[in-house]
């Protein structure tokens, strides 16, 4: 496993508790954990079918673009122009980089996860169903966008070959070359043309939606994803990664996921608890079937 991988993974199971009581005034216990874990087996099922489907969407990416000779960063940056570096050069400081990075890297895990176990360890059901059901649609959504309107990062080839010239002429690649370890890493998890829409914006603007829509309380929690948002939007900018008009389809693909998320959510979960039930109930009988004298 990349170290990128190992320090994300450390940070978010290390500050989880942590924010667990800043967020929502509980301290966690491996008991609490226990029972979230045992409560929410479906969401986190799903959460790791999400994982599989991303990486099984990357690895049938380069097949389809290459068959379909797809690439839409010219008509992009005709529209858009050189935004994006104007951005960039205005910024630019090695702090900011840091910075920016560090929101970039672990701003968006950190909600992705978080967003749902702060609500799955309080046992707020219809809260962690929404989320949940909200990012298997964002993915659903962005699946046609990212196979038949593949857009390359503004930084784009710069990410494998830092003397390239970039899509938009003089951006620097600042996310992805700024160490081997972490170029590695996205040379492992980004397939660097699935700019359109940003997910990376579409995820946590949904998630604050609802919250906003249908949460009373939890005010910091609140503000924190939105100026986490924020900044994910203007550290994709600035590092080279996505466009403007990216951010503002995420938040388009945001707005008609939660719009879906109020109208199915609630039926989708009553069937998947429904079948799963009536699974559990089965295999039961079964076992008992099995063990019973003379069997």
Sequence with gaps: MNPIDLALLAFLFGFSPVAFYIFGRAKFTVDGGVK??????????????????????????????????????????????????????????????????????????????????????????????????????????????????????????????????????????????YSPQINAFFQLHDPFDNCFPSLHIAVPFAILIILIRTVPGFRLYKWFLGVMTALTGLAIIYLGVHWII????????????????????????????????GAVKWYDERKASRQAPGK
């Design 36 to 177: 979230m874990f045992s409560r929410y087996r479906l969401h986190l099922a799903i959460l790791l079918g999400i994982l599989v489907m991303k990486s099984a969407l990357d690895t049938l990416n380069d097949p389809i673009k290459e068959a379909f000779s797809l690439d839409f960063t010219p008509l992009i940056h005709s529209i858009e122009g050189d935004a994006v570096l104007q951005v960039q050069r205005a910024l630019l400081n090695d702090w900011t980089t840091l910075v920016l990075l560090v929101v970039y890297l672990i701003g968006y895990i950190f909600l992705y996860n978080f967003s749902f176990a702060l609500f799955a360890y309080l046992d707020r059901r219809k809260v962690a169903n929404d989320v949940i059901f909200n990012n298997l649609v964002i993915l659903v959504m962005s699946i046609p966008f990212y196979w038949f309107f593949p857009v390359y990062v503004t930084s784009w080839p710069k990410v494998i070959d830092p003397s390239a010239p970039a899509v938009v002429p003089g951006m620097e690649a600042l996310a992805y070359n």
């Design 246 to 277: 990216d951010i503002f389809a995420g938040m388009a693909i945001a707005a008609i996921s939660v719009s879906m998320t109020e109208r199915y959510s609630d039926r989708f979960w009553a069937r998947l608890d429904g079948a799963y039930a």
